[in-house]
């Protein structure tokens, strides 16, 4: 089996593509099912991309074909999300420390908003690579959450009261913090802020995908230096 530096997992072409570019050599890519996988050279590191498609499901079989497929030390969800914290600015980078289902509701069974029954309250996210982001300027640190519908100026309210702590929102990342936990992988989200879920009047301003992509891929890339022992430990 093939044993690689980290797996980084986007959902759209636009997203793995700065690290592609970087890339100083990339292999042979595959495709299986719904995702394209190459194995890329960068900065002296052996990193499987995955461009995995949208949505939970997709990311979710990324993962676990990633898994089966490398040894790694750690699996990184890049890419772009909304704003979903007061105080979030587009073009904002944030790093997950925590990471829930938006749209999963059991608190008639006695678990808390965004708890898959069975699953913990919240997945966490590798300790280190956490504190490593903390030190880094420019990045926030904070809850994500995930789930099947955007999060727009109807529902905004309701997810900022449920997750109080979530900066972000995307379709990708509590799907992949599920998988990483029930293997025993550390695992970290890192999302460029492209626009914010909700806007007021006048807040509504954006950046493109590609754009968020590029300052995503910066923090991961450098998150990414970590060693693999003090992942571990």
């Known amino acids: 089996m093939t044993t690689v530096d980290a797996v980084v997992i986007a959902a759209m072409e636009e997203e793995i593509a700065p690290f592609e570019q970087r890339a100083d050599h990339i292999a042979t890519q595959r495709h299986v099912g719904a995702s394209r996988s190459v194995i890329a050279r960068i900065g002296g590191r052996s990193v499987l991309l995955i461009r995995s498609g949208i949505g939970g499901v997709n990311a979710a079989t990324a993962a676990v074909l990633a898994i089966h497929a490398v040894r790694t030390p750690v699996v990184i969800s890049a890419g772009s999300a909304g704003g979903l914290g007061n105080g979030v600015r587009v073009g904002d980078v944030v790093v997950g420390d925590e990471y ?130 003090v992942l571990q430990g």
């Open 100 to 229: 829930a289902f938006a749209g999963a509701d059991a608190s008639a069974f006695g678990y808390v908003p965004g708890q898959i029954p069975g699953m913990p309250p919240t997945y966490p996210a590798s300790p280190a690579l956490v504190e490593r982001a903390r030190h880094r300027p420019g990045v926030l640190v904070g809850a994500m959450v995930s789930g099947d519908s955007f999060v727009d100026a109807r529902t905004v309210d309701v997810f900022r009261e449920r997750f109080p702590r979530a900066l972000t929102a995307d379709m990708e990342t509590a799907a992949i913090a599920q998988v990483c936990y029930s293997f025993g992988i550390p695992y970290v989200a890192v999302r460029g802020v492209s626009d914010l879920c909700g806007p007021t009047a006048g807040e509504d301003f954006h950046l493109a995908v590609d754009d968020v992509a590029v300052l995503s891929a910066d923090v991961t890339l450098d998150l990414i230096d970590v060693p693999a022992a």
